[in-house]
Every structure is written in structure tokens, then in C-alpha cells.
């Protein structure tokens, strides 16, 4: 066994084979509160990646936040080879308010790469950047829905990317969608600097989701087998992912009440009626009809709406009976099987 040396993060030195906290300043509130992020390192004692597995970038999104903490409890964590550095909580001022944003109202997740004189949110995204991002070699960010917004478990990685859709392949999650990333936001910085990263959507913001929680821990760990830091080897799924090349929202033709009719996980064809819209003042009517073939990936659940708003995110596939099998089973086994995976094997319930 080689003798490594000690890892450096935010000016703390970490000696291989043990862990700790660090705490990374990212700046102060008018009342002179400081804003710290705290930054959970494991360095083996063997080489290997530096995975980054980051959450809660808008603060109200708490289903990573728990993904975190199962995933740290794992006993096989204590042989990893390389070096995970897990952050629970990116956006600490939105966690604390239960919101999306920051205390300006801009969006850390539209930030990036920051700078280190711009607003708040630019400076906090300019400091993960320069002191946890550029540290790493792949990274896993783990988001939800907004609120009132629930997303069916899936991953999403460029399509330019090989090392990035092979983690999206094996964290095995119902979708993958092959899709650029946006401007201004941690995954298109990674990508800017050539780091592999793949990011996980699922669930609604302000609630845990269990099924979502285990399907982003069994993923995780996944990963790591994968990229060698976990001993064993990867099995191959018994369900393989749904690929989808495009995805987009139906929205609401008009403002009212509306009454959802498709769920999470449900295919849906060109002209199927997904919602009725109506007015309580009137027996005024009007149907939302899916514009294409696919698989609902998104949905609203906020049953009062305006004209315009997104009520359905639906995913285009080859096939909607392949699709519709393959999410089902995918299910059934993350529902009948987890919990006893996850003691057996991962130590954590």
C-alpha cells in the first residue's frame, strides 16, 4: 500500500486514510453573519478520482441534502480509493429560509463561474469554483423540482461527453436525457473546465422523497464502483435507463383550476388529454392535450395556475411501450428491493 500525500481543501490538510470538515468562508451578510460551507472530505489511502458530490445549490431543494447523509454513513467508505468530497449543503442563506434563492434573489445556479467582485451570488460561485471545483476530476450535482414542482428520478449529461453519459448510464436512474448545459451554472462550469459531471433531478423542493433518495444513493455508489473508488464491479442493471434526446413542457392555455389527470413515470401519445383547465366563475373548459409522444418527466402540482405556466415536462423516446416497462420495473425494484439493499449492503436505511 503507497503512502499518500494529505489532501488540501480550503487550506485545511487532510492525511490519507481519515476524514474530516471543512468549513470554506464564501463571504458575509450586512449584519457581518458569516456564510460558510462545509465541506465533508474522505481521502484514501490509495490514488484514485476526486469525486465531488454537491447538493442543495438552490437551498430549498433538500432531497440531496439527505442523499448526503446516507451516503457518508456507508461503512465501505472508510476503503475508498481517491478522494470524495461531499457537500450537503451549497446554497446555506436559501437552507436556512427555505428558499430557492439567495438573500438577493438571485439564483446561485445561475452564477457561474462567478467573480470575485460581482453580487453575492457571483463571488459565492466564483469561491466554489476556484476552492472545491477545480479540485476535482468528476462531479455528481444533485438537485429537485422547484416548489410545487415534482421531477420523476433522472439524470442529465452532455451528449459530447463520454466519461460523463457512462456515469449517467451506470447510476441507473428511470431517464437520462442527453442534454447541453446552460450558462451560469455549476454543470456548464464543469464542463467549460473538462470535468465529467452529471447531475440528478428528482422529487419536489421543500420534501423528501424516498424513492428518489435511494434511487440517488444506490447511483452514487454505483459511480464510485465504476470509476474504481468502491471495491467490486459495477453489476449491469437488470433495467437499463430510458434515453431521451429532448424534453420539453406543455403548458397552460389558459388561467384557472386545473385537474391533472397523468402522473410521474406515465407515457402519454400526441392528443391525450393531460389536464382540464376551468374556470369557478363560469362553465368555461379547456383541455391540455400532449403535443407529442413520450414520457412525463415533470409536473406541476399546484392546481392553481396562469396562462402560460408549465403544467407537464414530457421526454421524447423511441419507444413508449419499451419506455413504459422499463420505468415500471425500474420502480418496482428501487420500492421491493432497496431496503434490503441498503442494509445488507450499503449499512444505512
Not at 413515470?265 to 403535443?291: C, L, R, W
Amino acid at each position: 500500500m503507497t503512502s499518500r500525500a494529505a489532501f488540501t481543501l480550503g487550506g485545511d490538510k487532510i492525511a490519507a486514510g481519515s476524514r474530516a470538515v471543512v468549513d470554506i468562508p464564501f463571504g458575509k451578510l450586512y449584519t457581518h453573519t458569516e456564510l460558510n460551507i462545509g465541506a465533508h472530505v474522505i481521502h484514501g489511502r490509495q490514488d484514485g478520482p476526486v469525486l465531488l458530490i454537491a447538493a442543495a445549490l438552490h437551498g430549498d431543494e433538500i432531497n440531496g441534502v439527505e442523499i448526503c447523509r446516507r451516503l457518508l454513513k456507508l461503512p465501505r467508505l472508510n476503503r475508498i480509493k481517491g478522494t470524495l468530497i461531499v457537500v450537503p449543503i451549497v446554497n446555506t442563506y436559501g437552507f436556512v429560509q427555505q428558499s430557492r434563492y439567495l438573500p438577493d434573489r438571485r439564483d446561485l445556479n445561475r452564477s457561474f463561474p462567478g467573480s470575485e467582485k460581482g453580487s453575492l451570488g457571483s463571488r459565492m460561485a466564483f469561491q466554489f469554483t476556484d476552492k472545491i471545483l477545480k479540485c476535482c476530476t468528476h462531479a455528481i450535482d444533485l438537485h429537485t423540482g422547484a416548489i410545487h414542482r415534482a421531477n420523476l428520478p433522472q439524470v442529465r449529461a452532455s451528449a459530447k461527453d463520454k466519461t460523463a453519459l457512462r456515469m449517467a448510464e451506470v447510476f441507473n436512474a428511470p431517464v437520462i436525457i442527453k442534454a447541453a448545459s446552460r450558462d451560469g451554472t455549476m454543470r456548464g462550469t464543469a464542463n467549460n473546465l473538462g470535468i465529467p459531471i452529471l447531475l440528478y433531478e428528482a422529487g419536489e423542493a421543500l420534501r423528501f422523497d424516498e424513492q428518489s433518495i435511494k434511487i440517488g444513493v444506490r447511483g452514487i455508489v454505483n459511480v464510485m464502483q465504476d470509476l474504481g473508488m468502491l471495491s467490486g464491479k459495477t453489476k449491469a442493471p437488470k433495467n437499463r435507463s430510458v434515453f431521451s434526446k429532448k424534453s420539453s413542457w406543455v403548458r397552460a392555455e389558459h388561467d384557472g383550476i386545473a385537474r391533472y389527470y397523468v402522473t410521474l413515470g406515465q407515457t402519454v401519445k400526441t392528443g391525450d388529454v393531460m389536464a382540464h383547465i376551468y374556470s369557478p366563475y363560469s362553465d368555461f373548459e379547456v383541455a391540455i392535450e400532449a403535443t407529442f409522444d413520450g414520457v412525463v418527466i415533470g409536473r406541476n402540482n399546484l392546481p392553481l395556475v396562469n396562462e402560460g405556466e408549465a403544467l407537464f415536462h414530457v421526454a421524447e423516446v423511441s419507444s413508449l411501450d419499451e419506455a413504459e416497462k422499463t420505468l415500471d420495473a425500474i420502480s418496482d425494484e428501487v420500492d421491493n428491493a432497496m431496503p434490503a439493499a441498503l442494509r445488507d449492503e450499503y449499512g444505512v436505511v
